[in-house]
């Protein structure tokens, strides 16, 4: 028998393939990649539009914010002068209604005098100097004056003030409550 040995034939490894740019055409994929690569790319492109959007979001919400804020400083604005108009001419109905009352004290004190005595007749008139008097205060005092008296009455008595404010409350309630 001969021995025939096999003889080896000498190979020489290839060089594996260099990966090709993106520009140029790829080896075929199959289908299963290449379906991964496309997904892959659909989502860095929604990352991009999404990273796209938010920043707009941001922006817009700045400026809404700002416009928003400047509205807001503006009808503040508008608001206070408002509100001080309308404390003038709260001030100016108040006192006027008490120099009313003073007025219609003043001229039934003669009647009070013939019915009850002239005791209490001096008391409706001495009750209609202080009305009077109270009115000119008023009229002479500014809103913010009148504010302040406000916090410093408050601050020496702050249960007489509890106790007014109770009262003025429980009028507005029956009053609105009429209606």
Do not use: C
Request: net charge positive.
């Amino acid at each position: 028998m001969v021995d025939a040995k096999p003889t080896k034939t000498k190979t020489t490894k290839k060089a594996a393939p260099k990966k090709v740019a993106a520009t140029t055409p790829a080896a075929p994929v199959s289908g299963t990649e290449e379906a991964k690569t496309r997904f892959n790319a659909a989502l860095d492109e929604a990352r991009a539009g999404a990273a796209a959007l938010k920043d707009e979001a941001s922006n817009r919400a700045v400026a809404y914010r700002e416009q928003a804020k400047s509205k807001s400083d503006d009808w503040a604005g508008e608001a206070k002068v408002r509100a001080g108009d309308l404390a003038v001419e709260a001030k100016s109905k108040a006192s006027d209604g008490i120099a009313s009352i003073g007025k219609v004290v003043s001229e039934n004190a003669g009647v009070i005098d013939e019915k009850l005595g002239e005791k209490y007749g001096d008391y409706a008139r001495s009750a209609s100097r202080k009305l009077q008097e109270t009115s000119a205060k008023l009229d002479n005092k500014s809103v913010e004056e009148l504010g302040e008296d406000a916090r410093e009455a408050v601050r020496k008595s702050p249960g007489m003030a509890v106790g007014i404010a109770a009262v003025v409350g429980f009028m507005v309630a029956r009053l609105f409550s009429r209606n």
